[in-house]
């Protein structure tokens, strides 16, 4: 590995960690939470890219109690995206949308994105939770880690919920929008936090412009 590749992976393992530091405690799963595995379980294992209707809502964390259980043991990557309706400090999800990655990275793709768009102008309390795995890495083997966003990760939030039109707004007044939450070693945390360096490089390209853009 040449100075490059090593400076390059010393940046983003900086980035990773620092950028956690703003993430929330993982999701704490109760028993009757698991009544979204079955249900998920039966969804994500056909094979179709269209968005399946759930034959019952499911609560947030019965959502991604499901997402869990059908990606933790997975070699590749996959995107879950649930489409709900925000119900006080709840989202309930009805209906599902699954893309399968491959073993670094999963996309999302733009067809996704536009449905994921003409459902949040559905309403303003439509709300679509984003869920995405990390299989096994070198990490999770040297200590039990929680789940730790890329900063490819973190520039995706970064645009899809805090730079596209309203959603920023939509966050700011807790009446829907896009939540992001990554699954890595047994674990499920909301992924929050932009990244550090890309918002100080944004930062710094905003004072150089002499604040122009």
């Known amino acids: 590995m040449n100075n490059d590749k090593i400076n390059n992976f010393l940046i983003e393992l900086l980035d990773t960690c620092l950028s956690s530091i703003f ?21 994500l294992s056909r094979p179709t890219f ?35 309706v925000k119900r006080g400090i709840g989202t309930d999800i009805h209906a599902i949308q699954h893309v399968v990655g491959c073993e670094s990275n999963v996309s999302i793709p733009e067809t996704v ?7 949040l102008s559905l309403g303003h309390r439509s709300e679509i939770i984003i869920f995405h795995n990390h299989p096994i890495n070198w990490i999770n083997a040297l200590i039990d880690n929680l789940p730790l966003a890329s900063s490819t990760d973190r520039r995706t ?55 122009h853009q």
């Open 23 to 43: 993430d929330p405690n993982p999701v704490c799963f109760k028993p009757e939470h698991e009544s979204g595995i079955k249900l998920l379980r039966n969804l």
């Open 50 to 84: 269209e968005i399946q209707k759930l034959s019952k809502k499911l609560v947030r964390n019965a959502f991604l109690c499901g997402c869990l259980d059908y990606t933790e043991h997975e070699p590749i990557e996959h995107l879950i995206v649930g489409y709900g």
């Open 113 to 119: 994105s536009e449905n994921i768009r003409d459902y």
């Open 157 to 211: 939030i970064l645009t899809k919920k805090y730079l596209e039109n309203f959603q920023f707004i939509r966050q700011l007044l807790f009446v829907g929008g896009i939540r992001f939450y990554l699954g890595e070693n047994g674990f499920v945390r909301e992924i929050r936090a932009p990244s550090i360096l890309n918002l100080l490089e944004m930062f710094g390209k905003y004072i150089q412009s002499g604040g």
